[in-house]
């Protein structure tokens, strides 16, 4: 039981370019979100999806796109990345209330 | 609108020294809210939550938290600090609306010194 994963785990990127963050998760969740965290800033939600086939907008959506592929996998896709999204990535899923974390992708916008 | 303060963004203790992070939040429902823990490099573990039951919420690694509802608060406590505590900690409030969202506050971050 890995419980939450996401790769990669590090990524640079120049200006411009594009790349998809993978999660997925084995707990059999309804529930998948993709936050941020920046410093002094706590983690912010990005995009979540609430069950398969369904997705909506957080509070810091733009210059992002979701898919849920199936009920496991959740991806996170930049289409034209920009300095500011230079963060660290967090994937988490929930059945209730409880929200379980995966590792975090670093992600480096040059 | 719900919203979750972090009263300290730094704390340090010695250990064995006892811990205080301090949280304050505001609600318009009953809320359900949790502590979370960061350890360097990694990712969000829960350390424990409160769902409107006991007022006293026990937690993993020895941590407790009060809910105190008049003082719209939910500090995090630990009788004696260990090295291995030092991590970034995080107060939420979960938003029972839709789709659970989680409000999260800026982080404390806990260093703790021989």
């Known amino acids: 039981n890995a419980g939450v994963t996401q790769t990669p785990k590090f990524q640079v990127l120049k200006t411009g370019q594009s790349m998809t963050l993978q999660c997925a998760q084995d707990m059999n969740h309804n529930s998948m979100y993709w936050y941020r965290q920046d410093p002094g800033m706590g983690l912010r939600l990005i995009y979540y999806?609430?069950?398969?086939?369904?997705?909506d907008k957080g509070e810091v959506p733009n210059g992002y796109n979701v898919s849920r592929l199936n009920k496991r996998e959740f991806s996170l896709r930049l289409e034209s990345a920009a300095p500011s999204q230079t963060s660290v990535y967090f994937c988490?899923?929930?059945?209730?209330?409880?929200?379980?974390f995966g590792p975090g992708t670093r992600l480096l916008v040059l | 609108a719900q919203s979750v303060t972090q009263l300290d963004s730094h704390v340090s203790v010695s250990e064995g020294t006892p811990v205080l992070l301090r949280c304050n939040y505001s609600?318009?429902?009953?809320?359900?809210l949790f502590w979370y823990v960061q350890h360097p490099n990694k990712g969000l573990q829960l350390l424990l939550k409160?769902?409107?039951?006991?007022?006293l919420v026990k937690g993993i690694n020895g941590f407790e938290a009060e809910f105190k509802k008049s003082e719209t608060s939910f500090h995090l406590t630990k009788p004696s600090a260990h090295m291995s505590d030092a991590a970034e900690y995080f107060c939420?409030?979960?938003?029972?609306?839709?789709?659970?969202?989680?409000?999260f506050g800026a982080g404390t971050r806990l260093a703790v010194h021989p």
């Open positions: 999806s609430a069950s398969e086939g369904t997705t």
């Open positions: 609600s318009s429902y009953s809320p359900s």
């Open positions: 409160y769902t409107s039951a006991a007022t």
């Open positions: 988490a899923s929930s059945e209730g209330e409880t929200q379980y």
């Open positions: 939420v409030v979960s938003d029972p609306r839709g789709y659970n969202k989680l409000i």
